[in-house]
């Protein structure tokens, strides 16, 4: 639910949020990420000036347009955090990853990148930020990934920023790595291997809907200070998501053979060991089995937020040969 109290004093003085309306320059991180991308676009599209920061060799990435810029760097290095800050009027701060690899981890992503972000913004005078961090996240939470989300969110909400947070269920959308990954186990053959995560409930949000959530938050003052969780119109099992993504790509339900969760994490844990990047790990099994769910009423209230149904969303996209990369 919405947290976090409306005009709060910090060390003594008001915060207090004004409209950032067009054209004023937009910092964003995690530009050429799956929802960058569209918060980007939706950005042009409102007449927003973009200042995107990117790693070298990413800027192909970005889509050339008109009032769009680029800072060459990396969120975990603060002096090109704060180049990218200089002269915009907000920040959105997108920057996330869903594993851990050789070169990263969940603490110089989630955590230091936060910390850079915020310094970055005080520095150089930009008072509102935008920042993207997850359902479910929490202190002590078992998993890594919600907990450093956590951790990162807890330096946004400390700062003395004009901030709105938004903890998204999962998203899904045209060239996501969520639904490529449902349209693969939509297409296997023969039977399609569901993962039998017991309780485990989503609310999947079409990632057009986030990306207008997020820029529609500079906009309205009455969301500083506040955090917002976010799903979509439906809640469902990761099977009957399967299932409906089948009738669209496929014309017809599948048989589903169910594999236990503990058949799982031993297949992940070897994966582990043996591969560089493997397929799945045990941590995303563990994720499988958490109920992922919110009340949209302070986002229906403060923005008027109302998403469109599950399978409506779905269908502006996917469709029978649907190609795994479309975007």
């Known amino acids: 639910m919405s947290e976090g109290l409306r005009w709060p004093t910090i060390c003594g003085y008001m915060i207090e949020a004004t409209p950032i309306p067009p054209p004023a320059r937009i910092m964003v991180t995690g530009a050429t990420g799956f929802v960058g991308g ?46 990218a800050a200089a002269g915009c009027q907000a920040g959105i701060h997108l920057v996330g990853i869903i594993a851990p690899t050789a070169g990263t981890s969940y603490s110089e992503i989630h955590v230091q990148g936060a910390r850079n972000v915020v310094d ?9 930020l935008v920042h993207l961090s997850a359902l479910g996240a929490r202190e002590g939470a078992p998993w890594p990934y919600l907990g450093s989300k956590w951790e ?33 186990l939509a297409r296997a053959p023969m039977c399609v291997p569901v993962p039998e995560t017991g309780e485990g409930l989503l609310q999947p ?16 003052p009455r969301t500083a200070r506040r955090v917002y969780e976010v799903g979509g119109a439906q809640v469902c099992t990761l099977e009957e998501l399967v299932q409906t993504v089948s009738r669209l790509v496929n014309g017809k339900r599948r048989c589903v053979i169910r594999i236990p969760r503990w058949l799982l994490a031993a297949l992940a844990a070897v994966a582990e060991k043996v591969m560089k990047s493997p397929w799945l790990t045990r941590e995303q099994v563990g994720l ?30 996917l469709h029978r040969g649907y190609r795994l990369g479309a975007s």
């Open 120 to 128: 970055a913004c005080t520095g150089q005078g930009v008072r509102r």
């Open 152 to 184: 990162g969110e807890q330096i946004v909400r400390r700062s003395s920023l004009a901030f709105t947070v938004f903890r998204p269920s999962v998203i899904h959308g045209a060239g996501g790595e969520f639904t490529q990954m449902l349209v693969r």
């Open 205 to 220: 949000v079409w990632v057009k809907e986030v990306a207008w959530l997020v820029a529609q938050a500079l906009l309205l």
């Open 38 to 83: 569209y918060v980007v676009e939706e950005l042009l599209r409102r007449g927003y000036r973009v200042r995107c920061l990117v790693r070298r060799g990413s800027e192909s990435k970005l889509k050339r347009a008109g009032g769009l810029d680029w800072v060459v760097g990396d969120i975990r290095h603060a002096e090109s955090v704060s180049r």
């Open 288 to 317: 499988l089995a958490e109920t992922n769910v919110c009340s949209l009423g302070p986002a229906r209230e403060d923005f008027g937020f109302r998403p469109q149904g599950l399978e409506e969303s779905l269908r502006t996209y």
